[in-house]
């Protein structure tokens, strides 16, 4: 079959999110062909290139949602009527009130920052759902008319239609308090949320032509398939191993209170419209699951689907989980402020009071500014801890507490660095799938874990689990475990099996290639052969793996395209004719 797999900010670009994942899928899924439609976020990453794309890898499109350039496109009166009742209606249903994403609710849940955790959204009234899907839909509708809605997204026209829905008897408090600076910035956030509306990527020589659409996020990434499942039928697979929900609460806590509710209440509505019209959706983890579902997705519709990760690199650690050192904890990551270093050192101070000997090895890289700068505020309290001996000028094994980057002598890969410790640690106050936990199941290590995210679903009884921001109740499990080296060595057996069994690449691949076959089983083929000498579609003689060597169908047969709810005009086309490629095609 033909998927178009539809990724933001990520494949088939070099740096990104999903990358390693999406290209394992479409390497493991070779029988199956692949367009690629990717919208990226900067022009380093457009700069940097992309990976090497295997051979069933027929197409790649890609648009940018880092700049806005000019379409040239002026709007006729007739159209920019139009537009202004459908962006008007648009807006009105952000105003709503309490909706996934409306009202006081999530407001709250935008104001909490870092220590959001779980979902706060109740689900809205179909009234409020329908009336934000016609609205975005018209807009779709409009933008393939007219051929984009750039200039008109930024146009005064969108400011005062959220100005108007704003200052509607019954809006929310915080929207009725924009002021003229925040409907700016919610007109430029919707404009690049948006942008996808304007893309030429829906015809049947596009995302017309798959048989199934795969995004592989939420959010404005999953909008190319909700449209091509508007314009041509395309069922509609949702993965999300981060809820870009959750994400956009999280990254918007800085701003102003109206801002942060009318963009909670967009993404909030836009989310419960994807979860709505997906075929299935595919969560990462129970975590990311709860959210789906108090968001307004079908829990029939939802299939958790662990990520794939390669154990082959952790295999000779794993099977000789011997350490060199069994008085040592081991902390690896990405250094940065969720991540509580603070709690982690304050209880490595108790546990050094119940065992002296006990090393504390911090393994990572800051992300970004703002790692950087915790890193140096967790060397700073270090040294304040341990005044008598981390002085920053010793050498490893020196000092009770080192800071540490995978690729030294010492540690010149991920095992070796779970190999160093007896115990891993993770002292995190925000987490989605722990991947550095399941690295170190792979490992054999027993662990030492905060209770967030997906770790107890992650986990399953292999390891020790405290609450976040208790150093005391961090320290205690950890001298447990320093402690009773035979208890390590079976919780450690136990995960590594666990491990094996659900978070390898193998699982993954297996996992999605059934979900493909469930789709299309249940959705009618969209390419349709025709029976030369009567002209009747011949049933059943398209199947799902249709994209292989030779003929599945008859001499006197011929297909046709499907290109919306009537039969498509057009020659028809000899049948297994490959499909004509576009600007872009690879």
């Known amino acids: ?35 690629i439609y990717a919208l990226s976020r900067s022009r380093r990453q457009e700069d940097e290139g992309w990976v090497a794309l295997p051979p ?49 609710a999530i407001e709250g849940a935008s104001t909490a920052g870092s220590s959001v955790e779980g979902p706060s959204a109740e689900g809205s009234s179909a009234t409020e759902a329908d009336r934000f899907g016609s609205a975005l839909y018209g807009l779709a509708e409009l933008a393939r008319d007219e051929g984009g809605l750039g200039g008109a997204l930024r146009s005064e026209t969108a400011v005062r239609a959220l100005e108007r ?21 919610v007109a430029r956030h919707l404009e690049r949320a948006l942008r996808p509306l304007s893309l030429d990527w829906y015809e049947d020589d596009g995302l017309g032509s798959v048989d199934l659409c795969h995004a592989t996020s939420g959010g404005p990434g ?14 509609l697979l949702v993965t999300e191993y981060g809820v870009q929900l959750r994400t956009h609460h999280l990254s918007a806590a800085e701003a102003a209170p109206s801002v942060r509710a009318l963009l909670a209440a967009f993404h909030g509505r836009l989310a419960a419209e994807i979860y709505a019209r997906a075929a299935l959706v595919t969560p990462g983890n129970a975590h990311a699951r709860r959210w789906q579902e108090r968001c307004g997705a079908d ?49 490595f101070a108790e546990i050094r009071k119940e065992e002296p000997k006990t090393r504390l090895r911090i393994i990572g890289v800051p992300a970004g500014s703002e790692g950087v700068a915790y890193l140096g505020h967790c060397k700073a309290l270090a040294a304040q801890l341990f005044p008598d001996e981390a002085d920053g000028l010793h050498a490893v094994g020196d000092n009770p507490v080192s800071f540490e980057e995978i690729g030294g002598p010492d540690i010149p890969s991920p095992a070796e660095a779970y190999a160093s410790g007896a115990v891993t640690v993770l002292s995190s106050v ?51 475990l320093l402690r009773d080296p035979e208890r390590r060595a079976r919780l450690g057996a136990a995960a590594r099996a666990r491990a094996l069994e659900l ?25 349709v052969v025709l029976d030369d000498a009567t002209g009747e579609p011949l049933p059943f003689a398209v199947p799902a793996e249709a994209h292989v060597p030779g003929r599945w169908t008859g001499p006197g047969a011929r297909v046709v395209a499907r290109g919306g709810p009537g039969w498509a005009a057009g020659p028809p086309v000899r049948a297994n004719t490959p499909l004509p490629a576009t600007e872009g095609a690879r």
């Open 1 to 35: 079959m033909r998927i178009g797999l539809l990724t933001e900010g990520g494949y088939p670009y070099v740096s990104g999110d999903a990358r390693l994942w999406c290209d394992r899928l479409v390497r493991g899924l070779d029988q199956h062909e692949f367009d």
């Open 430 to 480: 925000v987490e989605g799938f722990p991947i550095s936990l399941v690295e170190a199941m792979f490992c054999a290590r027993a662990t030492v874990s905060t209770d967030v995210g997906a770790v107890v679903e992650v986990i399953g009884g292999t390891g020790l689990v405290v609450p976040p921001r208790n150093p005391r109740a961090l320290a205690e499990a950890c001298v447990a």
């Open 222 to 235: 999953a909008l190319p398939g909700l449209l091509a499942r508007h314009f041509s039928g395309a069922p």
């Open 56 to 104: 069933q890898v027929s197409r790649v499109r890609t648009a940018p949602l880092w700049t806005a350039e000019d379409d040239g496109i002026v709007l006729g009166r007739r159209a920019r009527r139009r537009f202004a009742e459908h962006y008007g209606e648009l807006a009105a249903a952000l105003c709503a009130g309490a909706g996934p994403s409306g009202g006081a």
């Open 503 to 527: 978070f390898t690449v193998e699982q993954n691949i297996a996992a999605f290639h059934g979900i493909y076959l469930e789709i299309v089983s249940r959705h009618p083929v969209r390419r």
């Open 299 to 347: 829990r029939d519709k939802i299939r958790t689907v662990y990520p794939g990760m390669d154990a082959t690199r952790f295999a000779e650690v794993g099977e000789s989980p011997e350490c060199a050192d069994p008085d040592t904890l081991a902390w690896v990551g990405r250094v940065e402020p969720t991540k509580d270093l603070i709690s982690l050192l304050h209880a």
């Open 165 to 185: 829905a704003c200052r509607t008897p019954g809006a929310p408090q915080a929207a009725r308090e924009a002021r003229v600076p925040d409907l700016l910035a």
